[in-house]
C-alpha cells in the first residue's frame, strides 16, 4: 500500500491547489553513477512504469504551510474512516483570507496503490455536505476507469460489477449529505471498497511533534547495548543531543 500524491485546495493556508507528489523524478540526461545506484534501490511500480520515494520531506520556513498539509492529511484521513454523526457539521477549515473561499468546498484528491492497482480517490466537501465524491481505478495503460461518482447529491455506479450489486445502490440512497458514500459502504459491511477503507485505515499515520514512542523507551530502559550504540551514532552527528534515555 502506497501514496502516490496527495492533492488539496481551499484548506488553511492554501488557496491555489497544491500536492505532495511520491514519485520518483527521473532525468532525462544520462544520471551519474552514484544517482543510477539510488535510482535502482528505488520501489518501482512495474506494471505502471514508475518508481515511488520511499520517503519525502517538507521543508519551509515558519508559517509556510507544512502542519496545514499534514492536518489536511489527518482530515481527509478522519473523515474517510470514522463515522460523521447525522446532522454534524463537517470540521472543514476554508482558506481564510479571501471570504470568497469560504462559500466554495474544500478539495481533496489522494493516488493509492493498493493490492497493486492505483485508484485516485477525491472529495470536495463543504461544512454542511459532501458536494462531490469519485473513485477511479487508473489502469497500467493510463486510461481512467470510473467506479463512482457523486455529484450534485447524486451517487451513480458506473462500473458494471458494482451495478450488479443491488445492496450499492440501497447505500447510495442511505447516505447521508455530511457523509462520504465509500464510508457509509464499509459501516454496512460491504466489501467492495474495503482495500481502500483499509488504506486510509492502516497506511496513514500522523506523528505529532509530542508523539513519544513508549516501544522506544522500553528499550532504551532494557537494552544496554542498544542505548550504547544509539547515543554513540547521536553524538556523532552533532545534533546537539547528548544522549538517549528511557523514562
Known sequence: MVLISF???????FKEEVTLSMVAAVEAASPSEEDSQHLQRLPEIKQYDFKVLPVAAIYGGNASGKSNL??????????VVEVTQPDALIPVDYYLLDSECQKLPTEFKFEILVNEKVYEFSFSVTRKEVMEEKLIEILPTEEEKILYHRFQGEIKLIDDSLKQDKFLDVFSQTTRDNQ??????????????????NWFRDSIEILSPNFRSLILGEFLEEDDQFSFTMNKIISELDTGI???KGK
Do not use: G, H, R
Open 242 to 244: 547528548i544522549s538517549l
Open 70 to 79: 499534514i492536518k489536511a492529511i489527518k482530515f481527509a484521513k478522519e473523515f
Open 180 to 197: 462520504l458514500f465509500l464510508t457509509n459502504c464499509i459501516t454496512q459491511n460491504d466489501q467492495n471498497f474495503k482495500p481502500i477503507y
Open 7 to 13: 492533492t488539496v485546495k481551499n484548506w488553511m493556508s
